[in-house]
């Protein structure tokens, strides 16, 4: 069964702060990885993650994907408290032909 | 662009009743999906669909749970009886490619509360 795992589940940092999110899997015939930011409705997205050592990034948010060791890192830079929400790891594969989600982190953000 | 629609956006029953939530997707896009998001988790499937076919209903509790995509457009999800572990957020995606290589659009979600 495909498995997501995201640490740490909860996070709390001072605006300036930079944090790493981490997310590891265990999917069979990987596809492709996304990241998403969920604050009080419905989760926007953030990155689609295909290929190993190819760093996304979108301002102060950057991602980078591992298949060799089945793990990505969502870094948020200077974070601010606009930043504060749950960031949800989603995998996709080629059997299932679905996203498995996630826990998510929980990230506030205090002025 | 519309993003995808959903209704309602809240909904409070009594346990043995029965609810139906709609979703309306982006336009164009062939994949729908309905999550069950409970507090403090992140979604879990419930069904997808490519265009009006069945893809994936395995996590569907089809004793309660029903969806149905006709016409390959709206989509509707239907929970009788309702239990009280069906509190949830009901989230409504919608994907242009081809299943599961591309970015979901979600819906804003319909809340349920069952008491």
């Known amino acids: 069964e495909d498995k997501v795992v995201q640490s740490p589940l909860s996070l709390v940092v001072h605006e300036g702060d930079t944090v790493t999110l981490n997310c590891s899997y265990e999917v069979t015939n990987f596809r492709s990885l996304l990241w998403y930011k969920q604050e009080k409705k419905a989760p926007t997205f953030l990155f689609m993650l295909t290929s190993s050592g190819i760093e996304k990034k979108s301002g102060r948010l950057s991602s980078i994907l591992d298949k060799k060791e089945l793990f990505s890192i969502l870094n948020i830079t200077a974070t601010q408290t606009g930043d504060s929400a749950v960031y949800l790891c989603?995998?996709?594969?080629?059997?299932?032909?679905?996203?498995?989600f996630g826990p998510g982190t929980r990230l506030s953000v205090l002025p | 662009e519309a993003g995808v629609a959903q209704s309602p956006r809240y909904k409070i029953i009594e346990k043995r009743q029965s609810v139906a939530f709609w979703c309306n997707p982006i336009s164009g896009h062939a994949t729908l999906y309905w999550y069950q998001q409970i507090l403090g988790q992140g979604p879990k499937l419930l069904i997808q669909f490519q265009n009006n076919g069945v893809v994936d209903d395995s996590q569907l509790p089809k004793d309660r749970f029903s969806a149905e995509r006709l016409k390959g457009v709206d989509s509707t999800l239907k929970i009788q009886p309702a239990k009280l572990e069906d509190s949830a957020v009901y989230l409504c995606a919608s994907s242009l490619l081809a299943v599961g290589t591309g970015e979901l659009f979600f819906g804003e979600g319909s809340r349920l509360t069952v008491l």
């Open positions: 989603a995998v996709g594969d080629n059997y299932g032909q679905n996203f498995v």
